[in-house]
């Protein structure tokens, strides 16, 4: 008996370091593939990142075809960007696409309802195609987000003083 329980104690003792092993290889294995995961992402983001800083050059440069296929592209994997969201409804109204301009903007404002671009450029659209009440509405959003002032407000009221100024309102 004290041979076999002698023999048992030896088994276990071969056996802790195998399976202390196999535990740190299973450690670092989780570890790695934590790493991989982190990177991939990151160079997701990265790349989005890229996409939306391409999309703002395209616009910049008047090419605006070209800055909703790379703004396209951040919102297929960030949903929430309210930023690429308006940026994408801006293009589409300096195309003259004042359908998928409104789409866009209003999943920006779903997002972010005090979004400052987004308030100002749907209230330039609604000022292009002659809404003048809708336009207000934004222009006194923009008036609570910035009491003391801001660009989007005062680009908007200025797009609305013009529009009444040759319409005769």
Do not use: Q, W
């Amino acid at each position: 008996m004290v041979l076999r329980e002698t023999r048992i104690m030896e088994i276990g003792a071969m056996r802790k370091p195998l399976i202390v092993t196999a535990l740190a290889l299973a450690l670092v294995f989780a570890v790695t593939s934590l790493a991989d995961a982190a990177a991939t992402r990151s160079d997701s983001s990265g790349r989005t990142a890229k996409y939306f800083d391409s999309g703002i050059g395209a616009i910049d440069e008047g090419d605006y075809e070209e800055a909703i296929e790379l703004l396209k592209r951040v919102v297929k994997k960030e949903k929430k960007n309210a930023d690429a969201y308006s940026m994408l409804g801006f293009s589409y109204r300096k195309l003259g696409d004042y359908d998928n301009a409104f789409r866009y903007y209003k999943k920006a404002l779903k997002i972010d309802p005090d979004h400052m671009g987004a308030n100002e450029y749907i209230g330039e659209a609604y000022v292009e195609t002659g809404d003048i009440a809708k336009a207000e509405e934004h222009l006194t959003v923009l008036a609570r987000l910035c009491p003391g002032g801001c660009e989007e407000y005062d680009d908007l009221a200025e797009a609305l003083a013009a529009y009444k100024a040759e319409h005769g309102g």
